[in-house]
Each structure stands twice: as structure tokens, then as C-alpha cells.
């Protein structure tokens, strides 16, 4: 089934600072997991969490450290790498792609940050996982001497009981109202935060992605740092991290961390839908849906789908990278236009999952099969922030219109 709409993910190149034999072997290793991951899916579902078989996995694999410093052991790949290796995993299971793709994610901007933090964090366990809650709203922040006093509540912290450090967000409190709101990411040990258990989820189920409590914890000043400071170009940790990758624009490419999850969740789902339309006849009069018009343009439609997906998304990130390697930060329309087109790539791979699981017929409904844990998935997907097409398209339309742009971590 390799022909249709999978495209090996090492066509593109992913950029001249990446070794291609060593990013092709990752690529291979997140593969050769397939068959593995799949199998498990059924249990990481009742386990609401990843099972610790599978983290060891992406441990052994090297897959948690794809965007990690090469200078404390990481890969150091492109950012493309979390597209095509959670791409490689949604296709066995997208709790664990998404669940990887976040936490490998997070070694990336800990390579932003202070190079106090990175020490504290890395010098002590380079494998260290670092979960997150990117929702500003949640938590308040007050200055005090030598750094902050952080509280709030938390959701969507996604694999956070295997994690030892978490970044929350969070706005910063002042007396004075013209000092203007600031947001700012604060890095927590696990020891100043309290998990919740609420993850009882009808998608995504296995990503354990559970609230978490936070009171009135001090946050030294380099274990933060400020949305401002994310928006492209240096950061606190550039003299320690020269590469461009960690120049990137954080939140104007913050869709491509997760959306290589709905990629590979709906090419797992069009890739069996093409195994079963093989073989199966209709049950009612015993046609060949093979033979069938109807199977065979919901197939072109679907390949068609998650082809453009996969291009948008790849390209996003090859573009991105080519900028910053020019020093160039992208200007607000750019900012603006990549969340449109990250938000678009994954409704085009939802859109894809609901269409084949409607030609599916009666046989998606078992709770036996892949298809409606791939529905599910990808309706939850969807449900993020990032990919509501609405709030992307609404800004990207406002900014083209010389209006300012409302999403104020651009």
C-alpha cells in the first residue's frame, strides 16, 4: 500500500545543516515502530497514557531528541523532523504521535531559554521529558526579586505523569497598567506542580494530557522567559545554540509540532481503507467495492486530501528554516499565514478521516477496529486551538486588511 497518497517522507530534503543518512535512519527507526505502536493502541487507550513500553521506545530510538542541541547529545534535525516522525507514528497511533511530537518538541524551546535552565534540566538527565500547557489565561505571574511567584490551573498537559519539568504559560501580573500585558513561559520540576487526573477523553485517549496545579511556586528569572522573546531571531539561549533552528518564530509555527499527528492518523486510515476496498465485497449485493466508482474517487479524494496536507505542512517548515538560516524574521502576514496554513493542512487531514469513515459504511462502528479510534483521533486533533481554521483564517484575514493581528503570542 505504499503507492497510494504515502509518499516517503525523505523525498524533500530536509535542509543542508541535517545529515541525510543519519535523518533517514530516524525516519526508518520511527517506521520499523509502526507495527509495535499499533498493536498497543488498544491498551495506551485503556491506559489513558502511554504505556512505559512505548516511552522507552522513543527513549532507545533517539526520537524524543530529534530537535534537541547536538552539544548535550540531541539530533539537532530541522524542524520539519516533527512533522515526518509523527507523520511515521500517527500511522500506528496517534496518542503516541501527538505525545511524542509534544514532548520532543519542548527540548527545541528549552534550547531557547537561559542557558542556567538548560544546564539545570539537561546536565542532570538529557532524556529528561518536559511536558507543557501553552494557555496563557490560566495562570498569574508577579515580579518579585529574582524572579516570579507563579499560580494557576492548568489543562491539556499532555503526558505530563512521565515528564519531570513542565512549561506553563502564563500572564504576568502589574500594578501599573501601562506596563501592558506580558506572557511568559515559566519552567517548573514536577515537584512545584500537582497533576489532576481529568484525561477521560473520547479522542486522543492514550495522550494522558491531565491538568495541572500550581500554588504560589517561586520561578527563578532564568527558569522563564518571554513570549517576546519567541517571536524569531536570538533568544536568551543563542549564544549557547547558534543554530537557526533555535531562531525559529515559536507560536507562528506552533501548529507543525502536532499536525504531523492528524498526517499520519489519516494516512493510516486511507492506507486500511484501501487493504479492505481490495478484497471486501458489499454486503447487501455482494459487489466488488473495488469495482465500485463511488470507492474509487472517495480514495482520490482522500489521497488527494492528505497529498496537499502533507505538502503544505512540509513545506511550511523548509521555508521556515531557509528563512531563519538568512537571519530573516518573518514580518506579521508571514507569522499570520503560517497558522492559516498549519490550521488548513490538518482540517484537509480530518476532513479526509470523516470521509472514509462515512464510505466505511456499518464496518467503522466496532469498537474492535482501527477506523473509529482514527475518527476519534482525528476529530480530537482538530479540536485543538491551532487547528480551529476559524480564529487562524479570521486573523490572517484581519492582518491582510491592515488590521492588527489579534493573537498576541505572534
Not at 543518512?21 to 491506559?47: G, Q, S
Not at 516511552?55 to 539530533?75: M, T
Not at 539545570?120 to 538529557?126: A, G, M, R, S, T
Not at 509555527?253 to 499527528?261: D, W
Request: hydrophobic share 40%; proline share 5%; net charge negative.
Amino acid at each position: 500500500m505504499a503507492g497510494l497518497g504515502r509518499k516517503p517522507n525523505t523525498n524533500l530534503p530536509p535542509g543542508p545543516d541535517t545529515d541525510d543518512r543519519a535523518y533517514a535512519a530516524m525516519i526508518a527507526r520511527a517506521k520499523a515502530l509502526i507495527p509495535i505502536f499499533r498493536e498497543r493502541a488498544a491498551r495506551t487507550e485503556e491506559l489513558r497514557r502511554l504505556p512505559p513500553e512505548t516511552e522507552r521506545d522513543l527513549h532507545d530510538s533517539g526520537l524524543f531528541r530529534i530537535v534537541q542541541p547536538k552539544r548535550v547529545g540531541g539530533a539537532e534535525f530541522d524542524y520539519v523532523a516533527l512533522v515526518d516522525c509523527a507523520d511515521a507514528l500517527g500511522q500506528a497511533d496517534a496518542s503516541v504521535a501527538w505525545n511524542f511530537a509534544n514532548l520532543a518538541s519542548h527540548h527545541w524551546m528549552l534550547g531557547m531559554f537561559d542557558k542556567r535552565a538548560q544546564d539545570l534540566v539537561w546536565n542532570k538527565d538529557p532524556d529528561a521529558l518536559i511536558a507543557s500547557s501553552f494557555i496563557f489565561p490560566a495562570g498569574r505571574a508577579t515580579k518579585v526579586e529574582g524572579g516570579y511567584v507563579l499560580r494557576g490551573s492548568w489543562p491539556f498537559s499532555s503526558g505530563v505523569d512521565s515528564s519531570e519539568w513542565n512549561m506553563l504559560a502564563s500572564v504576568v501580573s502589574s500594578d501599573d497598567e501601562a506596563d501592558g500585558i506580558e506572557y511568559r513561559i515559566f519552567l517548573l520540576n514536577k515537584s512545584d506542580y500537582k497533576i489532576k487526573d481529568t484525561w477521560n477523553s473520547a479522542g486522543l485517549r492514550g495522550t494522558g494530557s491531565n491538568d495541572v496545579e500550581v500554588a504560589d511556586a517561586f520561578v527563578a528569572e532564568p527558569m522563564t522567559i518571554a513570549v517576546s522573546d519567541l517571536a524569531g531571531g536570538p533568544t536568551p539561549g543563542s549564544a549557547a545554540n547558534p543554530n537557526p533552528l533555535y531562531a525559529l518564530p515559536v507560536f507562528s509555527l506552533f501548529p507543525y509540532v502536532l499536525s504531523g499527528a492528524a498526517l499520519g492518523n489519516a494516512q493510516a486510515c486511507l492506507d486500511d481503507y484501501v487493504d479492505v476496498a481490495r478484497h471486501r465485497a458489499s454486503t447487501y449485493n455482494r459487489a466488488r467495492l473495488a469495482d465500485l466508482q463511488s470507492t474509487q474517487i472517495k480514495i482520490a479524494e482522500a489521497s488527494a486530501k492528505i497529498d496537499a496536507a502533507r505538502l503544505i505542512m512540509r513545506s511550511a517548515c523548509i521555508e521556515a528554516m531557509a528563512e531563519a538560516r538568512r537571519g530573516h524574521i518573518p514580518d506579521m502576514p508571514a507569522k499570520t499565514k503560517s497558522r492559516r496554513d498549519g490550521a488548513y493542512s490538518v482540517n484537509l487531514c480530518t476532513e479526509a478521516v470523516s470521509l472514509l469513515f462515512a464510505a466505511s459504511g456499518a464496518r467503522g462502528l466496532f469498537t474492535s477496529g482501527m477506523l473509529q479510534r482514527q475518527f476519534r483521533d482525528a476529530h480530537a486533533i482538530n479540536s485543538h486551538i491551532a487547528f480551529n481554521f476559524d480564529a487562524a483564517g479570521t486573523n490572517y484575514g484581519r492582518v491582510a486588511l491592515d488590521l492588527p493581528s489579534e493573537n498576541l503570542t505572534l
